[in-house]
C-alpha cells in the first residue's frame, strides 16, 4: 500500500525552527517529485516547495523565500522541509504529495496523486 506520513510539526514561537518529515512506504520516491503544500484554517491548500527526482527544487510560496528549504533521501525514502524563522503565518497544517512516478515539479495540487495525512505547525508566542 502506497502511503506517505508526515511528522515533526508542532507549536513553535515566531522566530524558530522546525524539520518536516514526509516518509515513504510502499513505494520508492526515488522517481518522483514531491511537494510540500500547506493550508490555514479558511484558506486554500497552496504549494510550497517541490523537489524533482533530480534534486531541483522549485519554489511556489514568495512568503517562504530564504526561510524554507527541501531536501530529499533516497536512502531513508524520506523528504524533509527545513522551515527557519517561523512566523505566525506560517501557521497552518502542511501536507506532502507524490506525483504519480513523475519526475518533475509541479505547484498545482492536482498534479499531484497521493497525500500524506497532513502535520500542524502552529507559530504562536
Known amino acids: 500500500q502506497l502511503q506517505l506520513v508526515e511528522s515533526g510539526g508542532g507549536l513553535v514561537q515566531p522566530g524558530g525552527s522546525l524539520r518536516l518529515s514526509c516518509a515513504a512506504s510502499?513505494?520508492?520516491?526515488?522517481?518522483?517529485?514531491i511537494g510540500w503544500f500547506r493550508q490555514a484554517p479558511g484558506k486554500e491548500r497552496e504549494g510550497v516547495l517541490c523537489i524533482s527526482s533530480s534534486g531541483d527544487s522549485t519554489n511556489y510560496a514568495d512568503s517562504v523565500k530564504g526561510r524554507f528549504t527541501i531536501s530529499r533521501d533516497n536512502a531513508k525514502n524520506t523528504v524533509y522541509l527545513q522551515m527557519n524563522s517561523l512566523k505566525p503565518e506560517d501557521t497552518a497544517v502542511y501536507y506532502c504529495?507524490?506525483?504519480?512516478?513523475?519526475?518533475?515539479?509541479?505547484?498545482?495540487?492536482?498534479?499531484?496523486?497521493?497525500w500524506g495525512g497532513g502535520t500542524q505547525v502552529t507559530v504562536s508566542s
Open positions: 510502499g513505494f520508492t520516491l526515488d522517481y518522483n517529485a
Open positions: 504529495a507524490a506525483r504519480a512516478f513523475l519526475t518533475g515539479c509541479s505547484g498545482f495540487r492536482y498534479a499531484y496523486k497521493y
